[in-house]
C-alpha cells in the first residue's frame, strides 16, 4: 500500500506528459481512476482519456504532525487500515469503503461526522495538482488558494489531483453509539439540531416513516461494559434493520461498535437499497437469503451492478442539501411527492469558501437528506419528478450533491452556481480546452439501456474477485 515518494514523481510525469500532448491538440480528455461512485452511466474511448487509476498508494504518515501523504485512488478502507495502525483517523470517512480520497474531494462527500469536521475534503491541507497544459503546481490555503477551495466538489473539471494532504485526529477502537427515538420530521430535525450544538464527534439519523424514526450520536470510546454489535460479517443484520429494530423497542439505548464496523455500518446493503434486489426478484428478504447472497450486497459490488445493469433511471437515488429551517417543509414534500422510506438525515456544517460544494449554504446547519428508493412509472415521469424535486430545492434554498443524477437545464444550473468565478478559475488554469466543464460533467443527457442479466452476471463474477 506504501509508495516511494520518487516512484510517485515518477507517475505523476507520465501523466504530466499526456497532459501536455491533450493540451498541445486543444482536445478535450476524460480521467480514468479505476473505479467510481456516480449514477450516471460513463464511458472511456480509446485515445481520450488519462488513466490514473495507479495512483493509488500512500506515501507518507506523519504521527508526530498527524497527516497523511495519500494518493487519490487510495480508497475509504484501506486508508483508514493503515491509519488506525498509527491510532489516528480521518476526520470524515466515508461509510463505503470503495470511495476514494480524491472521489470524496471532489464528489462533495460527508458522512455522521461532518456535522462537527465538514465534508471530506475539509480536512484536506494541501493537493498536488497537475493542470490542463500540464503543469504541476501545490496547492493550499496559502498557495494556489483559489484553486485550491474551487478543487472541492469540481468533479475534475479544474485539473487532476494526484496528492493530497490530509489531516487526521486521534482515534479509538471503539464507537460508543447511543439510539434515539423520534416520531416525527419536526422531533428529528430539532434533536439533530440540539445535539450538533455539541461535542459528539457523530451524529445522522434514519426516518423509517414520518412517525417514525432514530436519531444515533457517537463518540469515540474504549470497551465499556455494553452490548457490543458488529456490522461486517455475512451473519450480521444489515445496519438500518439493527436501527429499527431498536427504535421499536428502547426510547434510548446504548452500545458499543467496532471503529471499522462503525465507519462501513451502512457498506452491506448500500444503506437499504440492496433490498431492491430481493423486490425486484421477489425472493423472500430474510437472514438465510441475505446470507447466501452476502457477496452481492457491499457497496463495491453493488455499484458495478447498478454500471452493468444500466438500471439507476428505475431509482431515485439522490442526496438533497437543505438549510436547517427548510429541512422539515422538504421533508413533508418527499413524503407526499415520492412516499419513499427509510429516509437518511446527516448534519452537516456549512461551507464557507468551497462554492460548488452542496453545504454551501447560508444557514448555521445543513441537514442532508438521502431518498433512495424505487419510482414507479414510465421513463418520462421519472425525468419529470428530478425536475420537480430539483425545482423544490432550489425553492427551498438548497442544493444537491451531484454524485447523481442531475437533469437541470444549462440556465437553471449556472442560476445556482456562480459561473463567473467558475469560468475566471479554468481560463487561469488552463482547464477550458481540456476538461469538460461541471456542468457537462453531471448533466444526464440520454436514457441508459437496460441489460439485467448480462449485468448481473459481470457483478457476481466480480463480487469473487479479491479487491486489490
Known amino acids: 500500500m506504501m509508495k516511494s515518494l520518487k516512484q510517485h514523481i515518477a507517475d505523476v510525469q507520465n ?50 504532525q498527524q ?16 491509519t488506525l495502525r498509527c491510532g489516528l483517523v480521518p476526520p470524515v470517512v466515508m461509510e463505503f469503503p470503495g470511495i476514494t480520497v480524491g472521489g470524496g474531494i471532489q464528489g462533495g462527500a460527508g458522512e455522521s461526522s461532518s456535522c462537527k469536521y465538514g465534508l471530506f475534503h475539509d480536512a484536506s491541507l494541501e493537493y498536488e495538482m497537475v493542470l490542463g497544459n500540464g503543469e504541476i503546481i501545490m496547492t493550499s490555503p496559502s498557495q494556489n488558494e483559489d484553486l485550491f477551495y474551487s478543487t472541492a466538489c469540481s468533479y475534475g473539471s479544474l485539473g487532476i489531483i494526484t496528492l493530497v494532504k490530509l489531516r487526521l485526529i486521534p482515534s479509538k477502537k471503539f464507537i460508543h453509539l447511543t439510539y434515539y427515538s423520534v416520531g416525527s420530521f419536526d422531533e428529528a430535525i430539532n434533536f439533530l439540531s440540539e445535539k450538533c450544538s455539541g461535542s459528539a464527534n457523530f451524529i445522522d439519523g434514519i426516518m423509517f416513516a414520518k412517525d417514525h424514526g432514530t436519531i444515533m ?21 444489515w445496519f ?19 471503529i471499522r464496523d462503525y465507519l462501513f455500518r451502512y457498506d452491506i446493503g448500500g444503506f437499504w437499497v440492496g433490498r431492491y434486489f430481493f423486490t425486484f426478484f421477489k425472493i423472500p428478504f430474510i437472514k438465510i437469503t441475505a446470507y447466501i447472497f452476502y457477496r452481492l450486497f457491499n457497496t463495491r459490488t453493488l455499484y458495478r451492478l447498478l454500471h452493468s445493469t444500466n438500471i439507476s433511471q428505475q431509482y431515485f437515488v439522490q442526496d438533497l442539501s437543505l438549510p436547517s429551517n427548510s429541512a422539515l417543509e422538504f421533508l413533508q414534500f418527499i413524503d407526499k411527492k415520492l412516499h419513499i422510506y427509510p429516509l437518511w438525515l446527516c448534519p452537516l456544517r456549512p461551507g464557507k469558501n468551497d462554492k460548488l460544494s452542496p453545504n454551501y449554504i447560508d444557514t448555521n446547519l445543513v441537514i442532508n437528506v438521502g431518498v433512495w428508493g424505487e419510482l414507479k412509472g414510465s421513463y418520462d415521469q421519472f425525468i419529470k419528478i428530478n425536475h420537480e424535486v430539483e425545482k423544490e430545492v432550489y425553492d427551498l434554498h438548497g442544493r444537491k450533491v451531484l454524485y447523481a443524477h442531475s437533469y437541470y437545464s444549462r440556465e437553471q444550473f449556472w442560476n445556482i452556481y456562480d459561473y463567473k468565478w467558475y469560468k475566471e478559475i479554468r481560463d487561469k488554469y488552463f482547464a477550458n480546452s481540456v476538461f469538460p466543464d461541471i456542468y457537462e460533467k453531471i448533466k444526464v443527457t440520454k436514457r441508459y ?11 457476481w463474477r466480480s463480487s469473487k474477485l479479491p479487491i486489490e
Not at 240 to 258: D, F
Open 240 to 258: 438500518y434493520l439493527h436501527a429499527n429494530k431498536i427504535s421499536k423497542q428502547y426510547k434510548k439505548y446504548e452500545e458499543i461498535i467496532p
Open 217 to 237: 450520536i457517537g463518540d469515540f470510546s474504549d470497551k465499556k461494559e455494553l452490548p457490543v454489535s458488529t456490522f461486517g460479517k455475512p451473519a450480521d443484520e
Open 449 to 459: 439501456k437496460r441489460s439485467i442479466l448480462s449485468g448481473l452476471w459481470q457483478a
Open 67 to 82: 497527516y497523511i501523504l495519500v494518493e487519490p485512488n487510495v480508497p475509504m478502507d484501506k486508508l483508514v487500515e493503515e
Open 15 to 64: 501523466i504530466q506528459k499526456q497532459m501536455e500532448e491533450f493540451f498541445a491538440y486543444d482536445q478535450k480528455v476524460k480521467i480514468y481512476h479505476g473505479t467510481t461512485n456516480s449514477t450516471r452511466a460513463q464511458k472511456f474511448e480509446k485515445g481520450k482519456y488519462i488513466d490514473v487509476s495507479n495512483l493509488d498508494h500512500i506515501i507518507e504518515i506523519n504521527t508526530a
